[in-house]
């Protein structure tokens, strides 16, 4: 006779404590203490003095390579690093894969497509299987929130049934609608690069709005953790559909009123109406089958969105001399910003790709270094 | 429209919003109220109104008309729906965005707004669509109508059904300022419904509305209005539950304002079966039982329902002389509102005049969000909008003294108490019976 004891969670085994450098990830911005936002952006500068784009009229050197170009590329020299991108990405996987190479890492490339993902693997034993290579680091992008937590809590040794642990380092990509902490990082690279604030990171006095689809935005959650953290009044404006006032509790403003505040602003980080994100069940059911994905989403038409909230040249002019316009991309010109503010003075889009190689190389090496 | 000079003489001003009760004088000038007094002088050219008798209002503002233009003018137009209601004192008429096609998107309210300009003879303001071709699937574009003009949003004739549409709905329109009006019928219980779910329908085999189907729309959206705060008003409130659950929402301190209409409030569906299957009886929501009508008096005596609203509704004799299952909802109410809500309430005890005429003026304008207009109120610089009332005056409701262009009501041939003896709009006597 056999007796069925409950089992008690005590009876799973702990996983293997790990003797590990104590910032391994990085998952999330939210909850990171500002000092340590200060750290790895600290570092990105000093890559930035090395890698940083060159005017085109300085040339190329005659040795080839700027200065100390050779020495990085043994920072992370015989690590190797996996880009698992569960999600379309163009700007953040080439990021994160240039970062890389210029620290030495090697860098593995994985997509959906042509992987086990499209055999319907999960994305836990997809990286489970990376890191039984010895991978030393994952970047991992996926649609669902909290995917990369879900990643490090496996790799650690949690919730699967090995119960094995592996010395890999997660960094977040992009999970859901709930977090992409390096974009929140280049982004306050960027603020800082333009108001001067390159030798403190500190963001104090500086009013920053995150305009547009707010609450389906990871950017806008990476966004407001850090800038707030370090120091800048951060408000999010939109119709109430796309910001909700809920958002507040985020530690940011909430404004449905974009001609109102306008002239406050140091900042205006526009971001893309992600109708992909958004629940078109309603809209699905539409009599005449027209695409839900342009029409629903909350907003009652992207003509009355524009009217209300697009960046445009008469809105432009209105906001202070020195102020810059920010996009995380990909940019729907017309939408949320008209292509000449896009290509205007102000714009600091492309500078946010440049400073993006820089912040990340600095959040790996802080991770597997 | 040029405006020469009035002066109303002897009447009993009544101001609710300022709290004015007395007799007076008003004299008004180039449209605007210059001097409210005893013993004015007379501007010289200017024509003298004997008001002796009579109560002087703020013009009456009714939040809830059907004008059918554009789509139906066989029932109702701009013109013959203002003509209707300064027949019946009102100067301002907000009407439903369920004309053909819907009153869904900015250029709609400019059409409004500017046939009203050229052809009406009060104030219009639309009241516009919360869903695009108040379909209940996507929201309209409630922003820019708001910006154009728009002075609430509904779906009227049809309720939002979409609990998530609602949430949006009314997060959208606390945005715009302006408050969310319900037409309060849960669709999956009142299929093929043609009056009140009750002893009478069952007895005449004719497909009954529930009070349920009422009340849970009006608990559901108290309920996602909680976390959101925007402004909700139950449009034509029927049943005594609507009641209590209003009345507690309001105890809470929620946004949350009723209307209840005359015929709600004088009728039961004990009708319908004593005139023999007339369609002038048939409504939406339905006429409901005499506890309903004591409940909806008692929620307008203490406060809960805080606005008079007609929900004029015209239609060509062809849709209401048919069979009652296929005929139309809906009576016409703009002309007859003052003597039946004077029979309902004022007689009855429920309220006094002063409160009936808050009722009509300020609280709708509060609503509709015209007090920055100087709506809903008479006061010295504001707007000349004025009613004069004979409150005892007895008339009886006849098809020839209706000035709409439809006369389905079921109040012909009644005699009533009460009647509008002049209408001022804009400093303009439009309506004279003196």
Known sequence: MTTHRPVSPVAIPAPPALAEPPHRHLLQLRGLPAERLREILRLARRYDGIVGPRPAAEGFSPSGLPAGLRELEQELHGRVIANLFFEDSTRTRVSFSVAARRLGADVIDLTSVGSSVSKGETVVDTALNIAAMGVHGVVIRHRSSGAAEMVRRALEGHDHAGGQAFACSVINAGDGRHEHPTQGLLDVYTIAAAFNRLDSFDLSGLTVAIIGDVGSSRVARSDIAGMTSLGARVICIGPPALVPAKLSTLGCEVCHDLDEVIGDLDVVNVLRIQFERHDVSVGAQRADNAPAAKSSGGVASIREYSEFYSITPRRAARMKKNAIIMHPGPINRGVELTSDVADSHRSMVLRQVSYGVVVRMAVMKMCLG | ?434
Not at chain 2, 98 to 118: G, I, W, Y
Not at chain 2, 186 to 208: C, I, N, Q, W, Y
Not at chain 2, 284 to 313: C, F, Q, S, W, Y
Request: proline fraction near 5%; include cysteine.
């Open chain 2, 1 to 434: 429209m040029s405006a020469s000079a009035l002066l109303i003489r002897g009447g009993r001003v009544i101001d609710p919003a300022s709290g004015l009760d007395r007799l007076a004088d008003v004299a008004i000038d180039d449209g605007v109220v210059r001097e409210i007094g005893p013993g004015l002088t007379a501007l010289p050219a200017s024509r003298v109104i004997d008001a002796q008798g009579c109560l002087v209002t703020p013009g009456l503002i009714d939040p809830h008309v059907h004008l059918r233009e554009p789509g139906n003018e066989r029932a109702e137009t701009i013109a013959t729906g203002t003509a209707a209601a300064v027949a019946g004192g009102f100067t301002t008429v907000c009407c439903m965005p369920n004309t053909q096609p819907a009153l869904d998107n900015d250029t709609m309210v400019h059409f409004v707004l500017s046939r009203a300009e050229k052809t009406g003879l009060c104030r219009v303001f639309p009241v516009c669509a919360v869903s695009k071709a108040r379909h209940g699937v996507e929201l309209a574009e409630m922003q820019l109508m708001a910006r154009a003009g728009a002075v609430g949003f509904s779906d009227d004739g049809d309720c939002v059904a979409s609990a998530g549409l609602m949430r949006r709905a009314l997060a959208a329109i606390k945005a715009t300022g302006k408050a969310m009006m319900q037409h309060c019928q849960e669709a999956s219980m009142t299929g093929g419904a043609v009056m009140h779910a009750g002893v009478v329908s069952t007895r005449l085999d004719l497909g009954g509305w529930p009070r349920e189907a009422e009340e849970l729309i009006i608990e559901r959206d108290v309920r996602l209005n909680r976390g959101i705060g925007c402004a909700y008003h139950v449009q034509h409130m029927s049943s005594a539950g609507s009641v209590e659950i209003v009345r507690r929402a309001r105890a809470e301190g929620q946004p949350v304002t009723a209307e209840v209409t005359p015929h709600h409030l004088l009728l039961t569906d004990q009708e319908i079966e004593r005139s023999g299957f007339d369609t002038h009886f048939k409504m939406n929501p339905p006429l409901r039982e005499a506890g309903d009508i004591a409940a909806l008096k008692k929620g307008v005596a203490d406060g809960t329902i805080t606005v008079l609203g007609t929900d004029h509704a015209p239609h060509a004799p062809e849709t209401k002389q048919v069979p009652f299952d296929t005929a139309s909802f809906g009576i016409v109410g703009l002309e007859t509102a003052v003597a039946l809500y004077a029979l309902a309430l004022v007689e009855d005890g429920v309220i006094d005049w002063p409160r009936l005429i808050a009722m009509m003026t300020i609280e709708p304008s509060r609503l509709c969000r015209l007090e920055a207009m100087g709506l809903g109120m008479l006061r010295a610089g504001g707007p000349a909008d004025v009613t004069i009332i004979d409150p005892s005056e007895r008339w009886t409701i006849r098809p020839a003294n209706l000035a709409g262009q439809s006369r389905n009501t079921p109040f012909i041939g009644r005699e009533v108490k009460g009647r509008v003896v002049g209408t001022i709009v804009a400093g303009k006597l439009v309506m004279s019976r003196r």
